[in-house]
């Protein structure tokens, strides 16, 4: 299983549609809007490392997202 915490930034006044967004992805098991250096916060499972990579590709390619950090859970 990987596990990982994805946090997003987005053009002003467009995190909530952003947000929604990231809901409807496969693989985010949950998704909240934040205040701080990040507009959303995710949590994305997958079975495979490559599953993984795939769902946070697919929130970088979100429309109006405009930067991400992923941070991979090591344990």
Same mark, same amino acid.
């Given at each position: 299983?990987?596990?990982?915490? @994805?946090? @997003?930034? $987005?053009?002003?006044?467009?995190?909530?549609?952003?947000?929604? /967004?990231?809901?409807?992805?496969?693989?985010?098991?949950?998704?909240? /809007?934040?205040?701080?250096?990040?507009?959303?916060?995710?949590? @994305?499972?997958?079975? $495979?490392?490559?599953?993984?990579?795939? !769902?946070? !590709?697919?929130i970088r390619r979100l429309e109006n997202a405009l930067t991400s950090? $992923?941070?991979?859970? @090591?344990?």
């Amino acid at each position: 299983m990987a596990l990982a915490f @994805v946090m @997003v930034n $987005t053009v002003p006044d467009k995190s909530e549609l952003v947000l929604e /967004r990231i809901g409807e992805i496969e693989g985010v098991e949950e998704a909240y /809007r934040v205040f701080g250096v990040y507009d959303i916060v995710a949590v @994305v499972k997958a079975e $495979t490392i490559e599953e993984l990579k795939k !769902t946070v !590709t697919h929130i970088r390619r979100l429309e109006n997202a405009l930067t991400s950090l $992923t941070l991979p859970v @090591v344990s």
